[in-house]
């Protein structure tokens, strides 16, 4: 199953923020979900080798069509846990969104 995060604009301001702002991968494979509600054009970027993504860079222009990047993260022991960021681009605000602080992903 998916993990979906929502990118949207706050309405009458020039702020985009990402729903939710962590992102709890867990180990193996797993699919995220980006759905765009800025009303304009969002960039996902992913930079972390260690996460082994099938993609590093996502372009969503469209509400209509979420896009999905599947993961390979990393095995790590039980009580350790690794955070990974990643930052999301918003052409509609020209500025990235906030997710709390930046968005990022965990893996424990």
Known sequence: MAKTVRVFRVEG????????????????????RWENETGGKIDILVPHD?????????ELKSRKKPGEIQFHPPK?????????????????????????????????
């Open 13 to 32: 301001t020039n702020i985009c923020i990402v729903q939710p702002g962590s992102i709890h991968l867990g180990q193996g494979n797993v699919t995220v």
């Open 50 to 58: 260690q996460l082994r993504s099938d993609i590093k860079h996502l």
């Open 76 to 108: 790590v022991a039980k009580k350790k846990q690794r955070t990974y960021p990643y930052a999301v681009y918003c052409h509609s605000t020209k500025s990235f969104a906030y997710g709390g602080s930046d968005p990022e992903m965990i893996v424990p």
